[in-house]
């Protein structure tokens, strides 16, 4: 759990906020979606999830295009399996490249670019019904913390988007910045990603309790 | 003398090409397309230090469903949602296990954790645990309350920098602690630095394993792929690993201590957290699961992302200097006497 859940949601984080900063117009379109639905002077709550859809779809088209994870934790099988006409032996080793699916371009137009309209308002999800978006996995080896993760991706991109404006860094234009994967456990930015955050409410909405 | 060496060599090279020959290829007729296995190391070659990016490349020539051969493991790769059906929905129960290598079964605790666990009665318990009294939607509203204040810290923590005027931000460490915090909460009922007062070393020795298992599960580990070399253990990541283990069970164990005293070290918290949950299940699980589903590592895409294979190119580099070299000198002995 310690193992499985921070890294992968940190990197998602990292993810989308930074295809935010390359793409200025679409955070600041989710941003007036923010203002409209839950306003200025209140804090996001979980309860605006289901009013955000431009949210959402970024959410979505960031797992599409940079799945945490991009191979699944390999299947086995115990014995001899039949795909099509192939036959597959016993303990053979099966990596689901969600990577290349979520890039696959007789499935998605343009598939390279970075584009949430294609989410928007629409009902595909990444609960692992619909197979050319598995950033969980799907079946009985799915990731049992997908809720979690989800919340956890929603919650923290609603309020840093909420909270404040971003920017690259000074003489840095956002179509220069740097987008590449390294390899890793969970794929992050090459470079981490460092951006200037300008407060954009007032500074009691959000307070920590204790 | 010189005949019988080369003698030798060409009919020792001749017979293993025939054994490779005799082994492999009848395989082949039934598997799914997929580029040429080398001896010994099969497809290694082609991938590079981001494998899910050289074998897309591959997957454009041979397929969505494509044979490959790593060491001497077989494998499948499926690179589109129609072959991902196949796999996942509609052979998911024959494709439902995993694959044992080496320091999954340290990592997980002897095969007790939920992700790396083989299909049968022991895994379904841990699903069910899962989706009945951990991760269940009731049970993550009731964290609402602690994610709202997690939220509000990492604003807190990003407009610390801020100081007046706007300054960069270093966005990675901001993230991790809030999903980490996050975690923590929900699974031991504080924060980290709270626990960490409470729980002292224990606690702060157990995230430092955890990041050193993260780290050797990012390395690729060799004798996964060619078992011949298991015993070995050429790059010690299954002594580290067991190192690690035992780390962390005397950390895990520790605090499970403080925790079933249940005195004044169970945190005040509305809403049960796991280590409390997992405690008082009534299904008694053992010490080790306990600590298998703590630690679960749904160790993303576990040892095949640091996949390189440079490293066997390597390897392979100083064989064949060897080799070359030590075949040259004995020829300029020859030749010399």
Redesign the interface.
Known sequence: ???????????T??WA?SELVHHPEMMERAQDELDKVVGKQR????SDFANLPYLQAIIKENFRLHP????????????D?H???????A???????????G??P??WKNPLEFNPDRFYNSDINVG?S???L?PF?????Q??????GQ??VQ??LA??LH??DWSP?PNVKPKDMNMI?A??????LIE????????RLP?QV????? | MEFAFEFWFFLVGFVSLLLYLAWFVP?AK???PGPFNFPIVGSLFYLS?????S??EL?KKYGP?MYLRLGY?????????????????V?????????RFIIGKDASFDWSD???SP?GDYWRLL?KI??TE??T?AR??NF??E??????????E??K??QGR???????PI??E???N???R??FGA?RKELKNHLGNNFDD??NS?SD??EI??KFNISDLIPILKPFDLQGLERRMKCIRNRLENNLSNILKEYRKGNKLVFDSTVKY?VQVLLNLDEKLDDASIMA??????????Y???M?ASYILYIYHHLFMFFFLTHKYLLVFYYRT
């Open positions: 759990m310690i193992g499985g859940g921070t890294d992968t949601t940190a990197v984080l990292e906020l804090p996001v709550l979980e945490a994870g991009p191979i699944l934790i390999p299947h086995v099988n115990t014995k399996t795909i099509m006409n192939y036959k597959i032996l303990n053979t080793h099966v990596l689901v490249n969600i990577w290349a699916i890039r696959d007789e499935v692992g619909n197979f050319n598995l996995g799907s079946g009985r080896r990731c049992p913390g997908l809720n979690l919340l956890m919650c923290g309020t840093i909270a404040f860094p994967e390899s890793g456990l969970a794929t992050p981490p990603l460092v951006v200037i955050a300008k407060p500074p959000y307070k920590p309790s204790i | 395989k039934f598997q799914p230090k981001l494998p899910h990016r074998m897309n997957a469903i493991i077989d494998h499948i790769v499926i690179s589109n949602g129609e072959m991902a059906k196949e796999v996942l929905k052979h998911d129960a024959d494709f439902g296990s995993r694959p939920i992700s790396l299909c699903r899962c989706s951990f991760l939607q993550l509203n609402q309350c994610r709202q204040d997690e939220v509000a810290y990492m604003v807190e990003i407009t920098h801020n706007p300054q960069l931000v270093e966005m990675r993230f991790h809030f999903t980490s996050n975690i923590c929900m699974m924060r157990l995230f955890i298992m993260v599960f990012n796991f589903i703590l630690v679960v590592c749904a160790f993303y895409s576990t095949f992302n640091k390189c």
